[in-house]
C-alpha cells in the first residue's frame, strides 16, 4: 500500500515567488491536512480537508491557500513568499470521516527554501 | 486555548537505559485526543499511539509504554531498554478542532 507521496521533495524559490506543493493520500484516504514545521516555531497546523472542504484552518495569514480535489489529492499555495516561509511542509492523509481523529500517516515533506 | 508543553528539548541516554518523554496538555474540551509521533532524521513522522479522553487506560507495546493521567493532563511516554534506533525527535500532539504539537524532544540513545 503506497504511502502519502509529497512532490516536490525540495524546492527553492526567491522572494516574492508563489509555490504549489502537492499531496497525494493513501488511497481511501478522505482526509488530507496540512502542517508546517521550522526550527522555531515546530509543527504548525495549517489546514485540513476532507471531500473537498476545508474543515480547519490554522493561524496563518492569507498567502497560505490549499484545495482538495475530488481523487482527495490536495495542493497548498503560498503567494508572495517571504523569507520566514523556509519550512519542512508535511501533507498528512486519514482515513477517518469525524473531526480528524484517527492515526495520520505523514509524507517525508517539501522542504522549501526561500532566498 | 489548546497548547501542548513538552518541557525536555533534549535528552541523552545510554543504551539499554530507561527514558521517560513528558507531555502536558492544556484544553477545555471534555472530548479530544492525544498522540505521541516519532520523527527520525529521514523528517517522516511515525504515528506511535492515540488516546481519548475517555480512556486512562495505561498501553504497554513492547518497549514503550504510555502514561495518560486526566488529574494531571499529563499524557508521558516511557521508553525501557532503550536502543540506538530509538534515537528521534518525539511529539506529543493534541487533537481537539485542529492538531496541535508540542515543540518535541530530541532524545539520542548512545551505544
Known amino acids: 500500500k503506497a504511502g502519502v507521496t509529497q512532490t516536490p521533495r525540495y524546492l527553492i524559490k526567491t522572494r516574492g515567488q508563489q509555490v504549489t506543493l502537492s499531496c497525494s493520500p493513501i488511497s481511501g484516504h478522505r482526509s488530507v491536512s496540512w502542517y508546517q514545521q521550522t526550527p522555531g516555531q515546530g509543527l504548525q497546523f495549517l489546514f485540513e480537508y476532507f471531500s473537498e472542504t476545508q474543515r480547519n484552518k490554522g493561524n496563518f495569514p492569507g498567502r497560505f491557500s490549499g484545495r482538495q480535489f475530488s481523487n482527495s489529492r490536495s495542493e497548498m499555495n503560498v503567494s508572495t513568499l517571504e523569507l520566514g516561509d523556509s519550512a519542512l511542509y508535511l501533507c498528512?492523509?486519514?482515513?477517518?470521516?469525524?473531526?480528524?481523529?484517527?492515526?495520520?500517516?505523514f509524507g517525508e515533506g517539501s522542504r522549501l527554501t526561500v532566498l | 486555548a489548546q497548547k501542548v508543553t513538552q518541557a525536555q528539548t533534549e535528552i541523552s541516554v545510554v543504551e539499554k537505559e530507561d527514558v521517560t518523554l513528558d507531555c502536558v496538555y492544556e484544553?477545555?474540551?471534555?472530548?479530544?485526543?492525544l498522540f505521541w509521533y516519532k520523527q527520525p532524521p529521514s523528517g517522516e513522522l511515525v504515528f506511535l499511539i492515540r488516546?481519548?479522553?475517555?480512556?486512562?487506560q495505561n498501553e504497554i507495546s513492547g518497549r514503550y509504554s504510555w502514561n495518560f493521567q486526566k488529574s494531571t493532563s499529563s499524557f508521558n511516554f516511557t521508553i525501557t531498554a532503550s536502543q540506538v534506533v530509538d534515537s528521534a525527535v518525539y511529539f506529543c500532539?493534541?487533537?481537539?478542532?485542529?492538531?496541535?504539537f508540542g515543540a518535541g524532544t530530541r532524545l539520542t540513545v548512545k551505544p
Open positions: 484544553t477545555r474540551d471534555t472530548t479530544y485526543y
Open positions: 498528512a492523509s486519514s482515513l477517518d470521516a469525524r473531526g480528524g481523529i484517527g492515526e495520520l500517516f
Open positions: 488516546r481519548n479522553s475517555f480512556d486512562e
Open positions: 500532539a493534541l487533537r481537539t478542532n485542529d492538531m496541535r
